[in-house]
């Protein structure tokens, strides 16, 4: 990408989003985006840190020429990237058109609505207590001795 292109696209990410940027060189460094201070026709002025490192605050000129791709560090919503380009999210329509309509899993008996795995229900499995859970466990570990039990009346 040319350098213009670089400025569009940092110009277009608002600025409380910036603390959530990677910057990836071409040399594989990874500058973690605290701010971006000024664009230059050549070079960006950064205040980050470098990644797996805790020393924050540092200032790096990084010229355009050396990006290699620009990253959020945390989760970003589909919505949010597309209100970067100025598009409207994707409605229901468009949506189904892409990902498909949704469907319902076909039954053993082929119909539709009855799962094809009954889930199974409190009637079926029954948890365990504590007790027999700790007592199953201290049976399967070597060496380890049962706790006396306490005299029933």
């Not at 071409?26 to 980050?48: F, H, K, T």
């Not at 100025?86 to 469907?103: D, F, I, K, Y």
């Not at 466990?137 to 009346?153: D, E, S």
């Amino acid at each position: 990408m040319q350098n213009a292109g670089w400025i569009k696209l940092l110009k277009r990410i608002p600025v409380e989003q910036h603390s959530k940027l990677v910057l990836i060189t071409s040399n594989n460094v990874e500058i973690n985006v605290q701010g971006i201070l000024r664009l230059e026709a050549d070079y960006a002025v950064i205040r980050g840190r470098l990644a797996a490192s805790t020393e924050a605050g540092r200032f790096f000129f990084v010229p355009y020429d050396q990006l290699n791709h620009l990253a959020f560090r945390e989760g970003v919503l589909e919505a949010q990237i597309q209100e970067l380009f100025g598009q409207a999210p994707p409605s229901a329509a468009r949506r189904e058109e892409v990902e498909g309509p949704e469907t319902t899993p076909l039954g053993p008996s082929g119909e539709e609505g009855e799962p094809a795995h009954p889930l199974p229900g409190p009637e079926r499995a029954s948890l365990p207590g504590k007790a027999a859970l700790l007592e199953r466990l201290r049976r399967t570990r070597p060496g380890q001795a049962l706790p006396p039990r306490p005299a029933q009346p």
